[in-house]
């Protein structure tokens, strides 16, 4: 802090000091989520191109089950991450009137997270992960986010404890709901028990494990990708539009509305599954009551623009914003409408979730951010846009790409859940899976086009601001932390009204003596004549709580009852634990993030029922560490394909999938034939399950590997039969997963045939 | 900041700047949260208890009513679908399609996509027999040929197709692979 005063008593006038904002770190925080930017879009073109052309699947460490989450995770931790970072760094240090707390802490935030981001980058290819979406790093990555995390938020907490402006503007409003809820989902949602270095198993199972991901997961949307969007849009907004906020009174009402009903709505993304039906009703209804509540943050927006419209055609900052909020006012229609069951059941498992996540990811965020990034650089830099030209073709670019990739992805979704509930005239299914996977096929490409052309935008962008940077250089020897003069706060030891009320009630007490009621309820009356909320927004600690005890209300009730009440997940008897080579080969589906393009959960629906088998019971999933549901079916569900085929099919189809199943967008895994299967780590994880409650006998856990390896040699010499050319493959990776294949489903088969 | 002249008092939005509120130069308006925003957000709430009392009460189907109410669907297609297609398979009846070009290629079609990643593209076989006339092994009649596409070979891995497909598309594919 010292060097924040440094100087004042000489240069300011009196009542006033000189603060010195730290904007180095905002230019770090810039650049990065450009490159990161361009990273994870440029493989998010690379793994959609892998679904047009297999080809593209370029080796183990490469294929689209290791690549999508490489794809979530830049963009979202990454990109909008350090997006959201420097717009907290640069906007509350304004808004606050003073410098972030400690230079050592913001340094260690920004290394950290890019520390974190490119051991995500490294690990993810490598297999290990948690598979849950957004959430999939292994734990000691999981564990530097929280500390990171953790940094940040004492960071900016401190910031506030510091700070000159009394009352806290609604943007910092965002930031703490943000803060504080990310820090809460993120723990909840990794509880895990580790088996390696790298390995574990979620503690929780199945149903269970379902629903405290997704409410994380439709948080993490909430809370990463929108609340701080919002406060991004409240500071950069105005500043730039050079206008008042629209409506304070609607701030206050969309703010707490959204923040309390957001936290409810995750099980809307598990509609029609095993999760208890009225789980996923409280998910649908706060959905929908989340709409106005999200329209209230595009509604300050746009109004806020009002009478500034000739401005925003000439201004590309504002053109990106008006974009940016308009998408953002389509992907919160839209949302609340999928998470209405009877849509949810045609949506669900298709490339229409995609087309909804990439129109709010690429619209809303990533137009909110390049505006952002527009208005900030010259302003950090000290200097001049170098080419409004550009600017304006990025925002053309990225428009034409957006639409590309959204339309494709609409008709790609509807098209295909409409292929999969068809049935001819003799009520028998119109189409195989694999005719409902060539018929989107066109579409696909159409989003490698879209897709590719936003990423040429993004580059467009990168090089405005490098030349920008370029011209700092020239025109700047170096670039000081700015300087402002502020007022010397005094509100905090001047807590006196004007009329003196407070100030007689303190003194009274101070002298010994007893106030009176009166004197009292002029007191409350005087600190709430700007009404309640105004109250608040003086009392960042109270305001902090307050958030937070809004995030738990929801939080509480969609989990605790779940995970305690019996009768939420009804025993099946036939359902017993996997043999120590299944639960080998379950961990290399995970590794391979088959669970990536593959459900395994039927929903209760004709058509799946006919296509798949029974629909799937909350009680077959007890063992599921983690559950392995899905969220998109690119390849048919696999809950129920144990003994569908016999091991030589699935031989030939993982070594060369086209052999077995011509046009199809599955890659091949030889690797699987010419990898050792691990067994030094079997029993280790059938000790850690026994610990979570699976029922393996302490003699299982002792001699895991060697029944591991008495199976696998029984599967192998079963497949050698078959077919003599994969003879000999006993220590293989693949036979472990060929045994977990023929495992899935069998259990209830088992059941319904006792019965 | 900007010009912040309070417009008329008609206007639902007077756009009073509210005063002390000035952060980083940024100002607010004291104006009213919109009316429509605010019903809607009502309206919203007033539907969500609703459809929550429905499905208890059963107005609205839950999963299982609609589950039921779509095999019911099924049911009826497979009843009055089923009676107006039914052909009944029979030694000539597979020999007539062997005259008939239209049901040959349909057959093809079906061939590709359902059973050439087991028997090969072109019939040459793999996880599955082969087909073509030169490497044929077995020596079924085409009834029996047919039975064997209707009702599988459980044992070998052949899976029965009556659950997915017609009784004529099943004919119709026979008897292609017959022409191989």
């Known amino acids: 802090m010292t060097d924040v005063r440094d100087g004042s008593a000489t240069t300011a006038p009196p009542g006033m000091e000189e603060v010195r904002y730290?904007?180095?770190?905002?230019?770090?925080?810039?650049?990065?989520?450009?490159?990161?930017?361009?990273?994870?879009?440029?493989?998010?073109?690379?793994i959609a191109l892998q679904l047009v052309w297999p080809a593209a699947n370029l080796g183990e460490y490469l294929t689209f089950g290791r690549l999508r989450p490489v794809h979530?995770?830049?963009?979202?931790?990454?990109?909008?991450?350090?997006?959201?970072?420097?717009?907290?760094?640069?906007?509350?240090?304004?808004?606050?009137?003073?410098?972030?707390?400690?230079?050592?802490?913001?340094?260690?935030?920004?290394?950290?997270?890019?520390?974190?981001?490119?051991?995500?980058?490294?690990?993810?290819?490598?297999?290990?992960?948690?598979?849950?979406?957004?959430?999939?790093?292994?734990?000691?990555?999981?564990?530097?986010?929280?500390?990171?995390?953790?940094?940040?938020?004492?960071?900016?907490?401190?910031?506030?404890?510091?700070?000159?402006?009394?009352?806290?503007?609604?943007?910092?409003?965002?930031?703490?709901?943000t803060i504080v809820t990310v820090a809460i989902l993120h723990i909840v949602n990794n509880l895990v028990i580790p088996v390696g270095l790298f390995k574990s198993y979620s503690i929780y199972a199945g149903v269970h494990d379902a629903m405290i991901q997704w409410w994380y997961g439709h948080n993490a949307v909430a809370f990463v990708l929108t609340t701080p969007f919002l406060g991004l849009m409240y500071y950069f907004l105005p500043k730039a539009a050079n206008r008042p906020i629209f409506s304070y009174k609607l701030s206050i009402a969309h703010f707490w509305s959204l923040v309390f009903i957001y936290i409810w709505a995750g099980p809307h993304h598990l509609h029609y599954t095993s999760l208890p039906e009225w789980a996923s009703t409280?998910?649908?209804?706060?959905?929908?009551?989340?709409?106005?509540?999200?329209?209230?943050?595009?509604?300050?927006?746009?109004?806020?623009?009002?009478?500034?419209?000739?401005?925003?055609?000439?201004?590309?900052?504002?053109?990106?914003?008006?974009?940016?909020?308009?998408?953002?006012?389509?992907?919160?229609?839209?949302?609340?409408?999928?998470?209405?069951?009877?849509?949810?059941?045609?949506?669900?498992?298709?490339?229409w979730t995609i087309a909804h996540v990439h129109s709010a990811a690429l619209g809303w965020?990533?137009?909110?951010?390049?505006?952002?990034?527009?208005?900030?650089?010259?302003r950090l830099w000290k200097t001049k846009l170098w080419s409004t030209k550009l600017a304006n073709a990025h925002f053309w670019l990225a428009m034409i790409g957006i639409l590309l990739y959204i339309v494709a992805m609409y008709s790609a979704g509807i098209t295909q859940g409409l292929m999969w509930r068809a049935f001819d005239e003799e009520g028998r299914l119109m189409y195989t899976f694999m005719e409902t996977v060539t018929a989107i096929m066109p579409m696909y490409w159409v989003r490698v086009v879209g897709g590719s052309i936003y990423l040429i935008s993004v580059l467009v962008a990168a090089y405005n601001i490098y030349q920008t940077i370029r011209q700092s250089r020239r025109e700047n020897d170096d670039l000081p932390d700015?300087?402002?003069?502020?007022?010397?706060?005094?509100?905090?030891?001047?807590?006196?009204?004007?009329?003196?009320?407070?100030?007689?009630?303190?003194?009274?007490?101070?002298?010994?003596?007893?106030?009176?009621?009166?004197?009292?309820?002029?007191?409350?009356?005087?600190?709430?004549?700007?009404?309640?909320?105004?109250?608040?927004?003086?009392?960042?600690?109270?305001?902090?709580?307050?958030?937070?005890?809004?995030?738990?209300?929801?939080?509480?009730?969609?989990?605790?009852?779940?995970l305690t009440m019996p009768g939420q997940v009804p025993e099946i008897e036939s359902v017993q634990p996997y043999t120590p080579l299944e639960l080998e080969g379950r961990d290399i589906y995970i590794a391979e993030g088959c669970h990536v393009c593959h459900s395994q959960m039927v929903r209760p629906m004709v058509d799946e029922i006919e296509r798949y088998g029974e629909?799937?019971?909350?009680?077959?999933?007890?063992?599921?560490?983690?559950?392995?549901?899905?969220?998109?079916?690119?390849?048919?569900?696999?809950?129920?394909?144990?003994?569908?085929?016999?091991?030589?099919?699935?031989?030939?189809?993982?070594?060369?999938?086209?052999?077995?199943?011509?046009?199809?967008?599955?890659?091949?895994?030889?690797?699987?034939?010419?990898?050792?299967?691990?067994?030094?780590?079997?029993?280790?994880?059938?000790?850690?399950?026994?610990?979570?409650?699976?029922?393996?006998?302490?003699?299982?856990?002792?001699?895991?590997?060697?029944?591991a390896?008495?199976?696998?040699?029984?599967?192998?010499?079963?497949?050698?039969?078959?077919?003599?050319?994969?003879?000999?493959l006993d220590n293989k990776q693949v036979i472990a997963l060929i045994a977990y294949m023929q495992r899935l489903g069998i259990d209830i088969q088992q059941d319904q045939g006792d019965r | 900041m900007s010009e912040s002249k309070p417009k008329d008092q008609g206007s639902p939005y007077p756009d009073v700047v509210i005063q002390g509120h000035d952060y980083d130069g940024i100002q607010e308006y004291d104006n009213p949260m919109p009316a429509w925003w605010l019903w809607i957000f009502y309206a919203t709430i007033a539907w969500s208890v609703f459809y929550v009392a429905a499905l208890g009460m059963g107005w609205i189907d839950d999963y299982e009513a609609q589950l039921e109410r779509g095999e019911l669907y099924v049911a009826e297609l497979r009843a009055s679908g089923g009676e107006a297609m039914a052909v009944e398979v029979t030694e000539d009846y597979l020999a007539g399609l062997l005259e008939d070009q239209d049901q040959l290629s349909s057959g093809e079609r079906t061939y590709a996509t359902?059973?050439?990643?087991?028997?090969?593209?072109?019939?040459?076989?793999?996880?599955?027999?082969?087909?073509?006339?030169?490497?044929?092994?077995?020596?079924?009649?085409?009834?029996?040929?047919?039975?064997?596409?209707?009702?599988?070979?459980?044992?070998?891995?052949?899976?029965?197709?009556?659950?997915?497909m017609s009784a004529q598309d099943m004919a119709a594919v026979t008897a292609f692979i017959e022409t191989l």
């Open chain 1, 709 to 728: 390896q008495a199976q696998a040699a029984q599967v192998a010499q079963e497949l050698g039969i078959q077919n003599a050319d994969f003879a000999g």
């Open chain 1, 365 to 378: 965020n990533g137009f909110m951010t390049f505006g952002m990034i527009y208005w900030l650089v010259p």
């Open chain 1, 482 to 562: 700015p300087v402002a003069l502020v007022p010397i706060p005094t509100w905090r030891d001047d807590d006196r009204a004007e009329d003196g009320t407070v100030a007689t009630v303190e003194k009274k007490k101070h002298d010994g003596g007893q106030a009176n009621i009166d004197d009292i309820l002029f007191a409350i009356q005087d600190k709430i004549k700007h009404g309640v909320h105004r109250l608040l927004e003086g009392w960042a600690l109270v305001f902090t709580i307050l958030t937070t005890i809004a995030v738990l209300i929801g939080s509480v009730i969609s989990i605790v009852p779940l």
């Open chain 1, 615 to 707: 629909y799937s019971k909350p009680g077959e999933d007890v063992y599921e560490y983690p559950f392995l549901w899905g969220s998109k079916r690119t390849g048919p569900d696999l809950a129920r394909v144990g003994g569908k085929y016999n091991h030589e099919w699935h031989a030939q189809h993982f070594l060369d999938p086209e052999l077995t199943s011509p046009g199809t967008i599955m890659p091949a895994y030889p690797w699987l034939f010419e990898k050792e299967l691990d067994l030094s780590r079997t029993s280790r994880k059938l000790a850690a399950m026994q610990t979570l409650g699976v029922p393996y006998t302490d003699e299982e856990v002792e001699n895991a590997a060697e029944l």
């Open chain 1, 282 to 351: 409280m998910g649908m209804v706060f959905s929908v009551m989340l709409w106005m509540p999200s329209w209230g943050g595009m509604i300050n927006g746009l109004f806020t623009l009002r009478g500034a419209w000739d401005k925003v055609r000439r201004d590309p900052v504002l053109k990106f914003f008006v974009v940016g909020i308009t998408f953002y006012g389509m992907a919160t229609f839209e949302g609340p409408m999928m998470s209405i069951k009877i849509v949810n059941s045609l949506s669900h498992f298709t490339d």
């Open chain 1, 22 to 46: 730290d904007d180095k770190t905002v230019r770090l925080f810039v650049l990065a989520t450009l490159l990161w930017g361009i990273v994870g879009m440029l493989v998010g073109v690379v």
């Open chain 1, 72 to 177: 979530t995770n830049a963009v979202i931790f990454a990109f909008a991450g350090n997006a959201i970072f420097a717009a907290v760094y640069y906007s509350t240090q304004r808004l606050v009137k003073a410098r972030m707390a400690s230079d050592l802490l913001s340094k260690l935030h920004f290394w950290g997270w890019q520390g974190i981001i490119a051991a995500a980058a490294i690990t993810l290819p490598l297999g290990m992960t948690q598979t849950k979406e957004y959430a999939e790093l292994e734990w000691p990555i999981a564990l530097a986010i929280a500390v990171v995390w953790v940094i940040f938020a004492i960071n900016f907490f401190w910031t506030l404890k510091i700070r000159r402006e009394k009352h806290l503007y609604v943007a910092l409003w965002f930031y703490i709901a």
């Open chain 2, 114 to 164: 359902r059973c050439a990643s087991c028997h090969g593209m072109e019939g040459e076989g793999g996880i599955g027999p082969a087909f073509k006339a030169d490497l044929r092994e077995s020596e079924r009649t085409t009834i029996e040929l047919y039975e064997v596409v209707r009702d599988g070979i459980p044992a070998g891995g052949m899976p029965a197709h009556e659950p997915m």
